[in-house]
């Protein structure tokens, strides 16, 4: 413990002061009484004396004063604190096949969405990264704590070409490493991905990836978002209309959340979804800080001469000595 005001501790020497002049008044006391009676008479008229009961009255108000002069020196305790810092990455897929609308009213919008009701839950205090997976990962929000900064990134996103899986958790891990706590760590961190099938492009593989981001503990959660069904409408030349077929494939998603750590989800309004944040926060840790105690101080002197004052006028009626 530390005092920002130490020299007022000096008024402590106060107290054993105190104390001794009360005890020799109590002698004094007795001495005096003596002089006009017999003591050995006393036990005629009391069955005993006081004993430890008439020193606790004033004990406890030497001890209030005490803790009243700690108090205004200012004591600052270290004490071990949750954290609450932490970053979540959320990368979307904008690839062409994120347009079918086997999902209503597409998969992109689907996607959208979740993530949306996603971030009405995450703690406010938790920064989000924003990713755009395409035929390259493009972050489209560095992580802040700014929930109307990720809404508007996540509205701007719009259908690209490719899935660069693995390039988009190569990006999140450098987001989530260059992040600091207010102590100079970096918090925990976690992504989520939120895609309908298997890499198309993209420069990192996706497991090596996400073994690497395992080895960080960074895990990585995945949304599979569409249907064996789906089906993308294509404008072709002569006016004519071609329906690719682009049928949702789990596989990479589930290898990638069970490599890095994380969970596979098939629903996009999943109640167990809430895992993610609930996971982070159970990893936040603590860390020490310093705070000061002067109102922990100045409460319990309260509470010392309260407790004091009952006591002596329950037991003597009067109040302290």
């Known amino acids: ?49 006081p004993a430890w009961r008439r020193w606790l009255p004033a004990a406890i108000l030497l001890a209030a004063l005490s803790a009243m002069i700690v108090g205004v020196a200012r004591p600052h305790a270290t004490i071990s604190v949750p954290r609450e810092e932490a970053t979540l990455i959320v990368a979307v897929d904008v690839s062409k096949s994120m347009a079918a609308d086997d999902v209503k009213p597409t998969r992109l919008d689907a996607a959208r969405s979740a993530a949306y009701a996603f971030l009405r839950r995450v703690p406010a205090k938790f920064r989000i990264g924003i990713l755009s997976i395409g035929s390259q990962a493009t972050v489209a929000l560095p992580p802040t704590s700014d929930r109307t900064l990720a809404i508007d990134a996540l509205s701007a996103l719009r259908p690209g070409q490719g899935t660069a899986l693995g390039d988009a958790i190569a990006v999140g891990i450098k987001l989530g490493q260059k992040q600091r706590t207010a102590d100079g760590a970096v918090p925990p961190t976690a992504m989520l991905l939120i895609s309908d099938g298997a890499r198309d492009g993209g420069r990192t593989d996706p497991y090596v990836a996400a073994f690497k981001a395992r080895s960080l503990h960074m895990p990585v959660y995945t949304i599979l978002v569409g249907t064996p069904d789906g089906v993308v409408h294509q404008q072709i030349p002569g006016g004519l209309e071609q329906l690719i077929q682009v049928p949702a494939k789990p596989l990479t998603l589930q290898l990638v959340a069970k490599d890095s750590g994380g969970e596979y989800f098939t629903a996009l309004d999943d109640p167990k979804l809430s895992h993610v944040y609930q996971r982070l926060g159970s990893r936040l840790g603590r860390r020490e800080e310093s705070r000061e105690m002067t109102d922990a101080f100045a409460g319990g002197a309260g509470v010392l001469l309260l407790a004091g004052g009952v006591i002596s006028l329950l037991w003597f009626r009067r109040v302290l000595p």
């Open 1 to 49: 413990m530390s005092f920002q005001s130490p020299l007022w501790l000096i008024g402590l020497v106060v107290v054993p002061v105190l104390a001794a002049l009360y005890v020799l008044r109590e002698r004094r006391r007795v001495d005096f009484a003596a002089r006009f009676g017999n003591p050995a008479l006393l036990p005629n008229l009391a069955d005993r004396a």
